[in-house]
């Protein structure tokens, strides 16, 4: 087995070992992963904290030891805590890194950082908080950053930054936690899923105070929430249709 880790701030990962085939999510700088599959210019990888799947272009990581893979696997919470920071080399050259980054590999990367970080859980109420980082960020399919996130990345990356573990599709995270029977037992932080006329879920929100949702639809926004789903107070209509409310802190 071998073992990677991400060196750069953002990198694709697709569904298929090409640059055209689609981004099915992102690797994020310390981001650290096993290596199922290696050929000429690709990689079949499954990431150590979701065992998410996807293929990896061979220049956009570095290969690191099991013991190093263990080690990482180990360690206590350190991630960047704002929107954009900085590592830097040993020849001062800067990469920047985005918020929810891990920054265990630092020294294994003989990288400098001085920005903040989160090192602890945070406590429920700090979720609305940290999702409001993402406001207005453009909704993109597989990203997971401010600067380009689907509605499953932007519930995974705010529970990260506090210090939780979510998988990466909403279908994954209904999954977990706790299911509640009716909106009013919910509370800020709590997640919404929502399905497709087929059944199968394919949205997933936060729940806020007074019956709004945070979530990604075209970009992180906030609407209406009622026992049907999602209203959109621009559009005046339900745009998703409420299955099922996670308690998972």
């Known amino acids: 087995m071998q073992y990677g880790i991400c060196n750069l701030g953002i990198v694709p990962i697709r569904l298929e070992p090409s640059d055209t085939s689609e981004m099915v999510t992102q690797a994020l700088y310390g981001d650290y992963f096993k290596v199922l599959e290696q050929r000429k210019k ?11 799947e996807g293929w990896i ?10 013991l190093q893979y263990n ?4 360690s206590d919470i350190n991630l960047s805590n704002d929107l954009i920071e900085f590592v830097a080399d040993t020849s001062n050259n800067l990469y920047p890194i ?4 891990d920054l265990n590999g630092l ?33 993109l399919w597989g990203g997971k950053t401010p ?41 800020p932080g709590d997640l919404a899923f929502f399905d497709n006329a087929e059944g199968h879920i394919t949205h997933v929100g936060i729940i806020m105070e007074n019956n709004y949702i945070i979530h990604a639809h075209g970009k992180v926004r906030i609407d209406r929430l009622d026992h049907s789903g999602i209203y959109n107070t621009d559009k005046n209509i339900h745009t998703h249709k409420l299955r099922v409310i996670k308690k998972i802190v």
């Open 42 to 52: 690709w990689s079949r990888i499954r990431f150590a904290f979701d065992k998410y």
């Open 57 to 66: 272009d061979n220049k956009q990581y570095l290969e690191i030891e099991e």
């Open 71 to 74: 080690q990482l696997s180990q």
């Open 98 to 101: 985005p918020v929810g980054s």
């Open 107 to 139: 020294k294994l990367l003989n990288h400098h950082f001085d920005g903040t970080s989160v090192t602890e859980k945070s406590t429920k109420d700090n979720i609305i908080k940290s999702a409001f980082l993402f406001l207005n960020a453009p909704y």
């Open 147 to 187: 600067f380009g996130i689907d509605c499953s990345g932007f519930t995974q990356m705010v529970y990260k930054i506090n210090g939780y573990k979510l998988l990466r599709d909403a279908s994954e995270q209904a999954t977990q936690g706790e299911a509640l029977s009716f909106i009013e037992e919910s509370e």
